[in-house]
């Protein structure tokens, strides 16, 4: 995430909250040198993961469900603190799952299991993980499976 939040591609109208939460993520990037740091992540890195994760949502129901965690955030306190609930959580299970998937990739694979398409539907599944499973219950269930250096 060393490039800058592009503008804002979300409309006030149809768009509004869309608009509102990307907003205060490009906000807290432009004011990163005068915001106080809260946690281990940078201010500048905190509001680009957001705004990244917003406009990368993998589907729209993930977007809605993530951006009314930022809405709800009062300050950038808040919003710092739900920055690092998603570096510690989804960010470490995706690492996790990349490094368990790198063999899978590696390996030589049958014409008939490579027809049947088991291993893109996977990857695909896998790669793009929705971003309603942040919820504590799934957050601290994901946790206590990670491998302890994941921690």
């Known amino acids: 995430m060393p490039e800058p939040l592009p503008p804002n591609p979300y409309n006030t109208g149809q768009q509004a909250v869309l608009h509102a939460a990307y907003k205060r993520c490009v906000v807290l990037q432009n004011n990163h040198l005068e ?6 992540l940078s201010v500048l890195i905190c509001a ?15 977007r809605t469900e993530f951006v009314s965690e ?8 808040d ?3 739900l920055a690092e609930v998603y570096k510690n959580h989804l960010l470490r299970l995706c690492k996790l ?9 590696t390996m030589n694979v049958s014409p008939q299991f490579a027809e049947s398409r088991v291993i893109p539907q996977r990857l695909v599944a896998i790669h793009r993980p929705p971003l309603l499973m942040h919820n504590q219950l799934a957050s601290a269930y994901y946790w206590h499976q990670l491998p302890e250096a994941m921690r």
């Open 35 to 40: 915001v106080v740091q809260c946690g281990h």
């Open 97 to 105: 799952l990349s490094s368990l998937l790198c063999p899978l990739l």
């Open 70 to 77: 930022i809405v709800r955030c009062v300050n950038d306190v």
């Open 48 to 62: 680009r993961l957001l705004g990244y994760m917003i406009l990368e949502a993998p589907t729209d129901e993930g």
């Open 79 to 81: 919003l710092q603190k």
